[in-house]
T-cell receptor, first 114, second 115 residues
Framework: AQSVSQHNHHVILSEAASLELGCNYS??????LFWYVQYPGQHLQLLLK??????LVKGIKGFEAEFIKSKFSFNLRKPSVQWSDTAEYFC????????????FGKGTRLHILP | EPEVTQTPSHQVTQMGQEVILRCVPI?????FYWYRQILGQKVEFLVS????????KSEIFDDQFSVERPDGSNFTLKIRSTKLEDSAMYFC?????????????FGPGTRLTVT
């Protein structure tokens, strides 16, 4: 069975700091990988996704993530965060061409200090 | 941009009552899903639905739950006899093709509170 582990439950940063949120998954087969964001009071939005191809994926709002297959990781990065990035971030995985269901991590609550 | 919509945004019900949560998927999408998020916990898959049939369901999706596409636009989740532990945010999602190879688009959620 697949599982997703997010290392940080709560991260506090100042504006302009660099961000890296860790994500590891457990699954022996080929996967699709996702980062979703949930801004306060809003619904889940897709930040970026990896289905195949270049393991360095660029998403919206300056976010990127790198799929490192050997480490089963898909860490999310942003070089310089803004106050508006305050939100909860979810890493997620599904088994490519096999399972429709997406397995989510527990989420990381990011708080940016102005 | 097309969106998944859900109604109501918040539903309060008493234990033992039936509730129906409604979703309108994106119009050209053929695959539909329900997920839930209990407060403070992770988002969990409940069920996927395609061609008027359940294609996959989780252990959570027991006989108390059912899904239906009653017309060409709505996709519903029914909980027959609600329990306190059913209190959660319920998210509907849809995708153009199978979720295993296509992006799922999520709705804003319905917060269900069972008292």
């Amino acid at each position: 069975a697949q599982s997703v582990s997010q290392h940080n439950h709560h991260v506090i940063l100042s504006e302009a700091a660099s961000l890296e949120l860790g994500c590891n998954y457990s699954y022996g087969g080929t996967v699709n990988l996702f980062w979703y964001v949930q801004y306060p009071g809003q619904h889940l939005q897709l930040l970026l996704k990896y289905f195949s191809g270049d393991p360095l994926v660029k998403g919206i709002k300056g976010f990127e993530a790198e799929f490192i297959k050997s480490k089963f990781s898909f860490n999310l990065r942003k070089p310089s965060v803004q106050w508006s990035d305050t939100a909860e971030y979810f890493c997620a995985v599904n088994a490519r061409n096999r399972d429709d269901k997406i397995i989510f991590g527990k989420g990381t609550r990011l708080h940016i200090l102005p | 941009e097309p969106e998944v919509t859900q109604t109501p945004s918040h539903q309060v019900t008493q234990m033992g009552q039936e509730v129906i949560l409604r979703c309108v998927p994106i119009s050209n999408h053929l695959y539909f899903y329900w997920y839930r998020q209990i407060l403070g916990q992770k988002v969990e898959f409940l069920v996927s639905f395609y061609n008027n049939e359940i294609s996959e369901k989780s252990e959570i999706f027991d006989d108390q739950f059912s899904v239906e596409r009653p017309d060409g636009s709505n996709f519903t989740l029914k909980i027959r006899s609600t329990k306190l532990e059913d209190s959660a945010m319920y998210f509907c999602a849809s995708s153009e093709g199978p979720g295993a190879s296509h992006e799922q688009y999520f709705g804003p959620g319905t917060r269900l509170t069972v008292t």
